[in-house]
């Protein structure tokens, strides 16, 4: 199983942006599908975003389309979350997840999909 670090969190105002990048290590992620969570305190952890294992194909949670991209590089074993329009709401640690496979993204938002998980980043947005 791969090995996944996140990066890129931090302290912004709302309306802000940031981007979130996870690297991969013991292997590459190119035979992997990826995605994003969340958890909020309090909260339980929640599906944010998934891509496929060639790119072809993402899916989102309704409280992000819209505003939350998605994507992969496999030369540099990256996945990453681009996020723009930052609410308060989107406060949380993200973490970043894998399972390897072919199928495509919609297949892959529930935490028992994945089967590697990173420590997480946190994410702050002021109001």
């Known amino acids: 199983q791969v090995q996944l670090k996140e990066s890129g969190g931090g302290l912004v105002q709302a309306g802000g942006s940031l981007r979130l990048s996870c690297a991969a290590s013991?292997?590459?992620?190119?035979?992997?599908?990826l995605g994003w969570f969340r958890q909020a305190p309090g909260k339980e952890r929640e599906f944010v975003a998934s891509?496929?294992?060639?790119?072809?194909?993402?899916y989102y949670a309704d409280s992000v389309k819209g505003r939350f991209t998605i994507s992969r590089d496999n030369f540099s074993n990256k996945v990453y979350l681009q996020m723009n329009s930052l609410k308060p709401e989107d406060t949380a640690v993200y973490y970043c997840?894998?399972?390897?496979?072919?199928?495509?993204?919609?297949?892959?938002?529930?935490?028992?999909?994945?089967?590697?998980w990173g420590q997480g980043t946190q994410v702050t947005v002021s109001s």
């Open positions: 891509i496929s294992w060639s790119g072809s194909s993402t």
């Open positions: 997840a894998a399972r390897m496979g072919y199928r495509s993204a919609n297949n892959y938002y529930r935490e028992t999909d994945f089967g590697s």
């Open positions: 013991e292997g590459t992620i190119s035979s992997y599908g």
